[in-house]
C-alpha cells in the first residue's frame, strides 16, 4: 500500500500560469480532499469528494477547480495561478461510514507563484 | 460555525519536561476530536483521538481527554525527548446525519521544540 501520493513535491508558478496537483490512494477510500497550510492559519479545506463523480467545495474554494473521475484520483487545479495560492496543499482521504474512520495524509505540495 | 483554539508556539521545553499543549473548541452536533503530528517535511499523521465525551486518547506516551463541560481536549505528555519537536494540530470532526464524519476543522497548530 502505497497510501495517498501526490505530485509534484515542489513547484514554482508565474503568476496567471495553469497547473494541476495530482493525488492518488490506493485504499479504495471513497472520500477525498484537499486541504491548504499557511503559517499561522492552520489547515483550511478547499474542495472535498464524497465518491467518484461528486465534489462539494470546502471553506477555501475560490480560484480551485476538482473532478473526481475515478475514486482513486482527485487532482487539483488552478486555472490562474495567484501570489496568494503560495500555500503546502495536502490532499487526504478516508473511508466513509461508521461512526469516525481515520484521514491519511499525503506528503504535501508546496506551490509559490511569483 | 466549528472552531478549534489551541496555543500557539513556539513552545520550547527542554528534554524529560512534562508537556501542555491547550486547545479548546467550539461546534454543533457531537464532534469527534483529534490530535495531528507534523514532523519537518513531512504531511500529518494522525496521533490520538477521541469520539465521545471522557473518552481519553493515548500513543507514544502522550494522552488528551474529552472534556465536554469544558469543551476541551487538553494533549499531555510525561516525559518529552527531542523526536518529540512537531508541530501539534489539534482538530475536530462532525458526524454528519447519514454516518461518517465530516471535513476536519484545524487549530492553528503549536509548534513544540525539545531541547537537549
Known amino acids: 500500500n502505497a497510501g495517498v501520493t501526490q505530485t509534484p513535491k515542489f513547484q514554482v508558478l508565474k503568476t496567471g500560469q495553469s497547473m494541476t496537483l495530482q493525488c492518488a490512494q490506493d485504499m479504495n477510500h471513497e472520500y477525498m480532499s484537499w486541504y491548504r497550510q499557511d503559517p499561522g492559519m492552520g489547515l483550511r479545506l478547499i474542495h472535498y469528494s464524497v465518491g467518484a463523480g461528486i465534489t462539494d467545495q470546502g471553506e477555501v474554494p475560490n480560484g480551485y477547480n476538482v473532478s473526481r473521475s475515478t475514486t482513486e484520483d482527485f487532482p487539483l487545479r488552478l486555472l490562474s495561478a495567484a501570489p496568494s495560492q503560495t500555500s503546502v496543499y495536502f490532499c487526504?482521504?478516508?473511508?466513509?461510514?461508521?461512526?469516525?474512520?481515520?484521514?491519511?495524509f499525503g506528503p504535501g505540495t508546496r506551490l509559490t507563484v511569483l | 460555525g466549528d472552531s478549534v483554539t489551541q496555543m500557539e508556539g513556539p513552545v520550547t521545553l527542554s528534554e524529560e519536561a512534562f508537556l501542555t499543549i491547550n486547545c479548546t473548541y467550539t461546534?454543533?452536533?457531537?464532534?469527534?476530536l483529534f490530535w495531528y503530528v507534523q514532523y519537518p517535511g513531512e504531511g500529518l499523521q494522525l496521533l490520538l483521538k477521541?469520539?465521545?465525551?471522557?473518552d481519553k486518547g493515548s500513543n507514544k506516551g502522550f494522552e488528551a481527554t474529552y472534556r465536554k463541560e469544558t469543551t476541551s481536549f487538553h494533549l499531555e505528555k510525561g516525559s518529552v525527548q527531542v523526536s518529540d519537536s512537531a508541530v501539534y494540530f489539534c482538530?475536530?470532526?462532525?458526524?454528519?446525519?447519514?454516518?461518517?464524519?465530516?471535513?476536519?476543522?484545524f487549530g492553528k497548530g503549536t509548534h513544540l521544540i525539545i531541547q537537549p
Open positions: 482538530a475536530l470532526s462532525v458526524q454528519m446525519s447519514g454516518g461518517g464524519a465530516d471535513g476536519l476543522t
Open positions: 477521541a469520539t465521545k465525551a471522557d
Open positions: 487526504a482521504s478516508r473511508a466513509t461510514g461508521g461512526s469516525y474512520n481515520e484521514q491519511f
Open positions: 461546534a454543533t452536533g457531537y464532534p469527534s
